[in-house]
């Protein structure tokens, strides 16, 4: 398997700017999660969905950021307007979702690096 | 989830065994101990989990204690590929699949040669 596959690795953009990130999640895998990486908080769960559904989105920094799973191979997530304190590395993950069985494993992108100017 | 307190740095030597500590002193009964690690420029893996017995696995050991208000993950002989940040985080077992992860600060691991 390929793994989690994030697109694209590295983003610059301007402030104002939208950014998509994508994510592909392992096939056969019910739940998504999106991370976002910062020296100063650390890994912070932004959303994540079951079944393509939204579950928690409470981690959602506010209205200029959305996510998607249209689909259960693909979901997005969307910066508009983008900011200079957006710049982060935003982490996709994939797992075994409810009544697929017992499991705690999530597995991780390498990430989208993304830099608001 | 409770929390989990880890100290925020260790320094090792190469071949030589890691004892990385957790603490969680308020774990529920039905929490699983999990522990991930973040190599640099990467993103996070699984290392290894547990409930209430002593696990093994081909990366790490986990070493819980009997009253499980802390747990050590146990690396028999760093290499220089384990320097990394090791996160200590706990579960409900009756939310296991399907939900989300939530990551401290963890314990970064320097490796010397």
């Known amino acids: 398997d390929a793994g989690v596959i994030q697109s694209p690795r590295h983003e610059v953009t301007e402030m104002g700017q939208e950014v998509t990130l994508r994510c592909k999640p392992i096939?056969?895998?019910?739940?998504l999660f999106w991370y976002r990486q910062t020296m100063m908080r650390g890994l912070e769960l932004l959303i994540y969905?079951?079944?393509?559904?939204?579950?928690?989105d409470s981690g959602m920094p506010e209205d200029r950021f959305s996510a998607k799973m249209p689909n259960a191979s693909f979901s997005t997530l969307k910066i508009q307007p983008s900011e200079p304190r957006d710049s982060a590395v935003y982490f996709c993950?994939?797992?075994?979702?409810?009544?697929?069985?017992?499991?705690?494993?999530?597995?991780f992108g390498e990430g989208s690096r993304l830099t608001v100017l | 989830d409770a929390k989990t307190t880890q100290p925020n740095s260790m320094e090792s030597n190469e071949e030589e065994p890691v004892h990385l500590p957790c603490n969680h002193s308020?774990?529920?009964?039905?929490?699983?101990i999990h522990w991930y690690r973040q190599l640099p420029s990467q993103g996070p893996e699984y290392v290894i989990h547990?409930?209430?017995s002593n696990v093994n696995n081909r990366m790490a050991s986990l070493a819980i204690a009997e009253d499980r208000k802390s747990s050590t993950l146990i690396l028999h002989r760093a290499t220089l590929r384990d320097a990394a940040v090791y996160y200590c985080?706990?579960?409900?077992?009756?939310?296991?699949?399907?939900?989300?992860?939530?990551f401290g600060k963890g314990t970064t691991l320097s490796v010397s040669s």
């Open positions: 993950a994939s797992s075994l979702g409810p009544g697929q069985g017992y499991t705690g494993e999530l597995f």
């Open positions: 096939s056969g895998h019910n739940s």
């Open positions: 969905f079951n079944n393509n559904v939204p579950i928690d």
């Open positions: 308020t774990i529920s009964g039905t929490d699983y």
């Open positions: 547990g409930l209430t």
């Open positions: 985080i706990l579960r409900d077992r009756a939310n296991q699949a399907g939900t989300a992860l939530i």
